[in-house]
């Protein structure tokens, strides 16, 4: 139904646009997952066990090495990652591949070759993760400079 003008500015409507309409689908969107997450407290809450799981630093790295390298073996993994050390990329693999973000396989040769790579549902992470990967290389300054006069700021 077509509210007339004249009822429209009695009542205080104003002109939605797109981006305003795409801000509150979003923010409702977000509501939703906390509203979820209060019922959910003491129960599985999906988004903050997805979240737990992948968020930390070495997850996010062999995903990407991963993404950009392909099927890896473990030291090539370890080497493209740099500073993790060996039990924790054996952790953090095994909770990947145990989420089905990677696939492990191993050769039954001596000694045996094991190699991963990603999963259809690990290409999807990927590509989430370059997001924020995106992000952060576009902010990464910004940020840098603010954590510098923040840091001044507390000295003072």
Known sequence: MKVPQATR???GYRQVTDGDYQKVIIENDLKNIFEY???TRHTFCPVRDVITRISDKWSMLAIYALG???TLRFNELKIKIGDVSQRMLTVTLRNLEEDGMIKRKVFPEIPPRVEYSLTPLGQGLLEQVRLLGDWAQQNGA???KNRTKFAKKRKA
Do not use: F, Q
């Open 37 to 39: 997450a209060k019922t």
């Open 142 to 144: 910004s940020i840098i």
């Open 9 to 11: 500015d009695k009542l």
């Open 68 to 70: 950009a390298y392909g």
